[in-house]
């Protein structure tokens, strides 16, 4: 049959099971606007600004495994995507950004809303495409499709002059084939050394990283780790690939992590990393990292391995494939003297806040009870980012959304969503500060008229917390550009822009402001009012090794 480009990407989405594209109108993209509207089996979510429509479809990839769509028109349409392209790529996301740009003839002439799109976004995109011949339309969006699901995933940009959408071609559908998990990169000699490696170690140690989330591997990794018997930690990326409530789990490695990780894993002679990339804020000072231990490096980027830390041993492949395999040539491991260890530590360096007033750990803590662990959360980035991770027991995988690579703030409001329209019968809740939801707030006008019952979290110190903290600690307290004190009333924004909003100054006005917000089938803000010099323990200073890790009673101990 004879179709239009703009028809024959509608039909490619179709034909890949896409339920649900986030984009912003404009010129360039009118034609396939004007095709979309003939679709109603897709639903278009209308951001406020096309920022907030690449994160909303990061946030429904991440909730749901599936690739994420956005579209876009020519010039700053397809410039403010590029923050979002750029935070899933970090954190290997699968989206589809299309793209709509001037017409053929008028590329390289510096046309009104012209840009060079994939030369952006080359250093962030698995791969990107500018399709200039209509013939070649339909296959172009089916690769972009295979290449951000196949192996590591990632976003891939489509960019579109505005004639190939108005440009008929014949078009045929094709039955869509989802890539195969790699494993031909699986050698045997590879998984006997791990194995072996494995039978020698006395003190080993799992560490496991967001590969294991994307994956899908969490039910091989509980195996895996009952059968070596060893404590786990995880990354900000790998939160619930491994059950957080198990007594097995030491807590989160690095900058912030738990001292029962950091000290684990600095004395282990073993250190398992399943899915990790090894990034500064986990390493601290490399050359001291885990340094009494070999590495067996498990995944499915060989440009990982060797990276950022030497690896004694690797399996390249897919994370779950890999873990069945071993698994399979596993016997159970004994280790109950240094399990005995980790939990020692564990009791002797317990997470603790003050038991008194308002404060991020409280509000987490606090969530989470009131939710029965069941809750999709979302975050910003900065102090409450950390408080989320280290506070709330995460259970299972994909059930915390963040940037973690590129550390985007503004992220999280368009992030829960995609998230929330993806998953309507879940609860999604966003953890934001007060900073970050200045960035990208006009989404809750998004999220009011699609009438999603997220419920935003503004824990509000009126400064950046995060950097005020590094300014307290190592910048003699000078408080450059860092506090927001202006007076604005967020209760009142976010009702102009049609949610429900209540602001709290006590532990018992928030758990009533929750309580109300859980009912609530509308966007729903709470604005936490806590104090200003309220800091993230433990802390391991930048360059510093993390068995080195102190907290407010070691620094008043040191003074």
Known sequence: MELTGSQVIIECLKEQGVDTVFGYPGGAILNVYDELYKHPEIKHVLTSHEQGASHAADGYARSTGKVGVCLATSGPGATNLVTGIATAYMDSVPIVAITCNVGVSLLGKDSFQEIDIAGITTPITKHNFIVKDVTKLADTIRRAFTIARKGRPG??????????????????????????????????????????????????????????????????????????????????????????????????????????????????????????????????????????????????????????????????????????????????????EWIAHVEHYKEKYPFTYPQTGLSGPYIIEKIYEMVQGDAIMVTEVGQHQMWAAQCYKYKEPRTLLTSGGLGTMGYGLGAAIGAQTANPDKQVINIAGDGCFRMNMNELATASRQNLPLIEVIINNHVLGMVRQWQTLFYNEHYSATILDDGVDFVKLSEAMGAEARRVTSREEFEAAFAEALECKKPFVIDCIIDSDDKVWPMVAPGAPINEAFDEKDLNNKE
């Open 155 to 336: 976003p891939v940009l489509v960019d579109i002059p505005k004639d190939v959408t108005a440009a008929t071609v014949e078009f045929e559908t094709k039955a869509v084939e989802m890539p195969a998990r790699i494993s031909s990169t699986i050698t045997e000699e590879d998984l006997k050394k791990a194995v072996k490696m494995i039978k020698a170690s006395k003190k080993p140690f799992v560490f496991v990283g967001g590969g294991a989330v994307i994956s899908g591997a969490s039910e091989e990794l509980k195996q895996f780790v009952e059968l070596v018997n060893a404590p786990v930690c995880d990354t900000l990326m790998g939160k619930g690939a491994f059950d957080g409530t198990s007594d097995q789990y030491a807590g989160m490695l690095g900058m912030h992590g738990t001292k029962a990780s950091n000290l684990g894993v600095s004395e282990c002679d073993l250190l398992i990393a399943i899915g990790v990339r090894f990034s500064d804020r986990v390493l601290g000072n490399a050359k001291r990292f885990a340094h009494q231990a070999k590495i067996l490096q498990f995944d499915i980027d060989p440009a990982e391995i060797n990276k950022n830390i030497i690896a004694n041993a690797s399996v390249i492949g897919d994370i779950k494939e890999i873990l069945q395999r071993v698994n399979g040539m596993l016997e159970p491991q004994s280790h109950k």
